[in-house]
């Protein structure tokens, strides 16, 4: 018998496995860091999920058939196993190391969150059980996230990914109207992405198809955060160093314009840039708008000076909106006729 439950739980772990690794196989998610990077900064953002652009983060609070949020998701995925969970430390890091792994009993029992222990034929322990209004995803109204932007020499890439995500509740205390918040775990984004990947959600208000995955949402940075922190030789976060609200609001866009500021000194100040000919033969000014955020050269011709008098000079009494076939004819017959 006892055989038997091993070798059960052997093909159980043995099966999980391979439908992980399948997943990231057929549905290949963001890229991850690159190994040898010459830059690298290191931001962390609170999502705030009260806000329309986070919505897709939160909703629906209870899980609706196959439909349930991210905290859900990552709530069962704890409970059955799938991904670690990781202290969060005093200081707002995470340390994705075995000593600072948490199990989900820790979880429940430090954020107070009801469950029963129900006993299972064939099994000497006891197996935890919880009911969907009892997942205390209505109270997790944000998530802190871990940016990392990134430049890549070797292939010449600037971008930016997510190692890392904290859901955080929102109790109020007692005798206290105003809610605090409590973070309650770290999870490696890169164990949460296979699963992610499958997961469909709508992100758009205005097409309710579930026709994006969360990674999606992630990788195309969907998503709205302020900075709360950033990597620092002080370990410091923006609260201990910003005394006001102005100062702090003040200091997380001088933190965002570094962020752009770097990008344009990689591949030149102006976003858009411009690059001027003259052809003569046609006496067109062409000018190549080279846009970054697009990925393509859009052309636009203008017509010049010389061209608008030398087609004033050949023809008085025709009509000024010509083409460039038409433009030239008249050059051709003035020299026949000098001929």
Known sequence: MKLS???IIAVTLCVSNLSVGWAQRQYPGSPGLPDDVVWMREIYRTLDLTKDTNGALYYPVEPQGNKMNL?????????????????????????????????????????????ELKKVANRRDSVVSISNSDIPSADVLSYFIKEVWYFDQR?????????????VLHRSEEFSSEKTKFPMFWVNYRDLLPHLMQSKISVSNYNNAANSTWDDFFAARLYKGDIYKTTNLQNRTLSQYCPTDSAMVKEQKRIEKELADFENSLYGKDLVEETDSVSAVSGTKIVKANSKKKGRDNTVTVRSKSSSSSKAKSSSGKSQSVSKREAAAPKASVRRQRR
Do not use: H
Not at 78 to 103: C, H
């Open 155 to 167: 292939t010449s890439t600037y971008g930016s990914v997510i190692t890392a995500i904290c859901p």
């Open 71 to 115: 905290f859900t998701t990552m709530f069962r995925l704890l409970a059955q196993k799938k991904i670690p969970a990781y202290e969060y430390q005093l200081d707002g890091t995470e340390r994705f190391q075995k000593d600072a792994e948490v199990t989900f009993r820790d979880v429940l029992d430090r954020f107070q969150i009801y469950y």
């Open 5 to 7: 439950l091993k070798l």
